[in-house]
């Protein structure tokens, strides 16, 4: 079955950095676009990244370009989410999701285009 364990998280500094990882298994990893998302207490699900299939394209939120980088790794069924100049409202719990559909883009920055979840790692930014 297809599983997404997320890890990396943990409480940081505001300016500090953390690497997540989205290790992945149960289906053909390199044929599906990939995102992350966060949710912050009382707050909805907010898009940050997709990587394509490929890795050839990158999508990021306003609020996170510059600072954070997607990236992923097919011959180790891995996703990660480098986060640089970390802030306090970047405080969440940050999930990876994998596409609908291979080789799509459909509904890249929106929930509805992911169809499995990973269980989400926590990301606390102290001022």
């Known amino acids: 079955q297809v599983q997404l364990v997320e890890s990396g998280g943990g409480l940081v500094q505001a300016g500090g950095s953390l690497r997540l990882s989205c290790a992945t298994s149960g289906f053909t990893f390199g044929s599906y676009t990939m995102g992350w998302f966060r949710q912050a207490p009382e707050k909805e699900r907010e898009f940050i990244a997709a990587?394509?299939?490929?890795?050839?394209?990158?999508y990021y939120a306003d609020s996170v370009k510059g600072r954070f980088t997607i990236s992923r790794d097919n011959a180790k069924n891995t996703v990660y989410l480098q986060m640089d100049s970390l802030k306090p409202e970047d405080t969440a719990v940050y999930y990876c999701a994998r596409a609908q559909l291979m080789y799509s883009l459909v509904r890249a920055r929106d929930a509805e285009g992911y169809g499995f979840w990973g269980q989400g790692t926590q990301v606390t930014v102290s001022s």
């Open positions: 990587i394509t299939w490929s890795g050839s394209s990158t």
